[in-house]
T-cell receptor, first 115, second 111 residues
Framework: DGGITQSPKYLFRKEGQNVTLSCEQNLNHDAMYWYRQDPGQGLRLIYYSQIVNDFQKGDIAEGYSVSREKKESFPLTVTSAQKNPTAFYLC??????????????FGPGTRLTVL | GQQVMQIPQYQHVQEGEDFTTYCNSSTTLSNIQWYKQRPGGHPVFLIQ?????EVKKQKRLTFQFGEAKKNSSLHITATQTTDVGTYFCAVISNSGYALNFGKGTSLLVTP
């Protein structure tokens, strides 16, 4: 919650451009996640990472890429291959590698609009 | 993986009325979590249920986990305008490391 920052809050891009969304946390959590939220669709998992230098695809990874070079950072790149990128993107963290039994903490989100 | 269906999708109540949202699964769940998202905000964790038949209360909110661990409910007594938002349930995905969220129930409370 308060320990997760996402920037920018609003982002506009032209069709065909790649864009990178930032997610930084100071909670010292091992696990980090990216979700996409569309109206009436709930939250859908894009990618997640349990540890530095390792990450796994979620349900809707096509057109997205991530990196996890530092524990604190998990940036998401929305590539031009993503056909419907306009959405609300949420980054989340979790305490440990087996931490789905723990709560997830969410950042404030980035609202991406493709023009 | 474990998936949940959440109903209703929308609910509009007068302030003071009660509200309930339900999550249902075709498979036995290991646990279930509930989150609230205010309009324009991000999801915030409310509670986790683990045991069969478990009931937990948070002030006017009552959370239940079914005896068969295939369904759960969130009940709000005497709604207030501060209860407005979308309520999500979430369950562990196949990988064991991520959550699958229901589509949520959006609650609107009019004074």
């Amino acid at each position: 919650d308060g320990g997760i920052t996402q920037s920018p809050k609003y982002l506009f891009r032209k069709e065909g451009q790649n864009v990178t969304l930032s997610c930084e946390q100071n909670l010292n959590h091992d696990a980090m996640y990216w979700y996409r939220q569309d109206p009436g669709q709930g939250l859908r998992l894009i990618y997640y990472s349990q540890i530095v230098n390792d990450f796994q695809k979620g349900d809707i990874a096509e057109g997205y890429s991530v990196s996890r070079e530092k524990k604190e950072s998990f940036p998401l790149t929305v590539t031009s291959a993503q056909k419907n990128p306009t959405a609300f993107y949420l980054c989340a963290t979790n305490l440990g590698t087996s931490g789905t039994y723990n709560e997830q903490f969410f950042g404030p989100g980035t609202r991406l609009t493709v023009l | 993986g474990q998936q949940v269906m959440q109903i209703p999708q929308y609910q509009h109540v007068q302030e003071g009325e009660d509200f309930t949202t339900y999550c249902n699964s075709s498979t036995t769940l290991s646990n279930i979590q509930w989150y609230k998202q205010r309009p324009g905000g991000h999801p915030v964790f409310l509670i986790q249920l683990v045991k069969s038949g478990e009931v937990k209360k948070q002030k006017r909110l009552t959370f239940q986990f079914g005896e068969a661990k295939k369904n759960s409910s969130l009940h709000i007594t005497a709604t207030q305008t501060t209860d407005v938002g979308t309520y999500f349930c979430a369950v562990i995905s196949n990988s064991g490391y991520a959550l699958n969220f229901g589509k949520g129930t959006s609650l609107l409370v009019t004074p």
